[in-house]
């Protein structure tokens, strides 16, 4: 019923679950002895969340925040807003932040300079990232797919708050938008 509304698929189910694997390989690697704060950004970090944290095998603790950026719609409105702050003591404290997607990197240059600021030492793990999108500088530490200029719904990523529940990660067909 979802599939109708999109006209292709960009990274696959089975692309996710491959690349959550190997990044998660990576994470243990990184975090073994570190007990990090994983900290996903709500909510389109949920799945991709609850995909790669089975592969981290590691002692980790995890906390969410919600911050926005966009209104609805496709489009940026430039501004980050602090919804929900996160309920874990950070100072001087590893965090691993989870993010669907980079864009114009805002979200991401606002939550680390703010962690960063109260102490922490912060990374950011990103199941997709759009550079071409880049308005601000700020780099992921991993990356799980780097796509084209796309707007984006699935595995976590919204078109006005819907999509979020699809399996995989695709472009809408434009008639959607257009509604
Ligand atoms: P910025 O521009 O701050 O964007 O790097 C980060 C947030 O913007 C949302 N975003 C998207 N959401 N499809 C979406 O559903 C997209 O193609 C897209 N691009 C950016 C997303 O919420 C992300 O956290
Ligand atoms: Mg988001």
Do not use: C, Q
Not at 87 to 112: Q, S
Not at 151 to 156: K, M, N
């Amino acid at each position: 019923m979802l599939e109708k509304d999109i006209e292709k698929v960009l990274v696959s189910e089975e692309e996710i679950r491959i690349r959550s694997t190997e990044l998660g390989k990576v994470l243990t690697e990184e975090y073994k002895d570190k007990d990090p704060l994983v900290l996903g950004i709500l909510r389109g970090s949920v799945p991709f969340m609850a995909e790669l944290i089975k592969h981290i095998d590691a002692h980790m603790e995890m906390d969410f925040m919600t911050v926005s950026s966009y209104h609805g719609g496709t489009k940026s409105s430039g501004e980050v807003k602090l919804i929900m702050d996160v309920d874990t003591a950070i100072r001087d404290r590893e965090i691993l932040i989870v993010e669907d997607i980079i864009d114009t990197g805002r979200t991401l240059k606002y939550l680390k300079e703010l962690l960063e600021h109260r102490g922490a030492h912060v990374r950011i793990v990103t199941l997709l990232d759009k550079p071409e999108g880049r308005i601000v500088e700020i780099e992921p530490d991993w990356t799980g797919f780097t796509i084209p200029n796309e707007f984006v719904v699935g595995f976590g990523l919204d078109y006005e708050n819907h999509y979020r529940n699809l399996p995989y990660v695709g472009v809408l067909k434009e008639e959607i938008y257009s509604n």
